[in-house]
């Protein structure tokens, strides 16, 4: 069965950094690329950094150069360290194939402030 489980968003001011993990179980992420995904209050959910089994990575262009995403195969994580917040990067974070399975985990909440 597949499970995602986020952890590591909290509170922080802008210019600041968190970092972000996901532990995955089941097969989704054994040959997926795996990715991290936001949605912030009243918008769609959004695909910000994705990695491949091989590890090249992609990001969306609102992040590039302040976030960057690993995975780690064998222990089934992915995660995301997140420099330079703004706040514009409240949102809560999710982490999922790509693309998305139909499985997604709670998330978790990233709160910026100004």
Do not use: H
């Amino acid at each position: 069965q597949v499970q995602l489980v986020e952890s590591g968003g909290g509170l922080v001011q802008a210019g600041g950094s968190l970092r972000l993990s996901c532990v995955a179980s089941g097969s989704i992420f054994d040959f997926n690329a795996m990715g991290w995904y936001r949605q912030a209050p009243g918008k769609q959910r959004v695909l910000v950094a994705r990695i491949i089994s091989g590890g090249s990575t992609n990001y969306a262009n609102s992040v590039k150069g302040r976030f960057t995403i690993s995975r780690d195969n064998a222990e089934k994580t992915v995660a995301l360290f997140m420099n330079s917040l703004k706040p514009e990067d409240t949102a809560v974070y999710y982490c999922n194939a790509v693309p998305p399975s139909e499985y997604w985990g709670q998330g978790t909440q990233v709160t910026v402030s100004s």
